[in-house]
């Protein structure tokens, strides 16, 4: 996973994060549970990005939980480090959705990873079919 794939069609994007205090441990590193957080702030900007922010999603009907979530750890962050995340989803009509993560510093990788969703509908609290415009929406800002 060191680099995405460029052959598969992907919607993706990048967003800065500057390493606060409060997000670093005893030992100066940045704690190995915000990671996670990062993927989440990764994901939200992306779907933000291709015209789906989370709040229409759930007025919508749907919710997008995890079902899983992978880290590898290549190096630590420190206080004040300027961060890129980088998140890619690729673009197919499936029952879950997985998004990748790679978290760089100074264009260094230091952690990467994916989470993957499923869609459950708000209403119920039950999986459901994805909707077709969750995916439509995704290829049209590909194709941007």
Request: overall charge neutral; glycine content about 4%; charged content about 30%.
């Amino acid at each position: 996973m060191k680099d995405f794939p460029a052959s598969i069609p992907m919607i993706r994007s990048e967003f800065p994060y500057r390493v606060r205090y409060a997000d670093t441990d005893r030992m100066e590193y940045m704690y190995n549970g915000h990671y996670l957080r990062l993927f989440e702030i990764g994901r939200t900007e992306l779907l933000r990005q291709a015209g789906l922010p989370y709040v229409e999603i759930e007025a919508k009907g749907y919710f997008l939980p995890v079902l899983e979530a992978h880290v590898i750890y290549h190096a630590p962050a420190f206080y004040d480090d300027l961060l890129t995340i980088e998140t890619c989803c690729e673009l197919r009509y499936a029952p879950t959705l997985r998004l990748e993560y790679r978290i760089l510093r100074d264009k260094a990788l230091i952690a990467e990873g994916y989470t993957i969703h499923s869609f459950v509908s708000r209403d119920t609290r039950r999986a459901t079919r994805p909707p077709r415009w969750f995916f439509e929406r995704l290829e049209h800002a590909a194709c941007a």
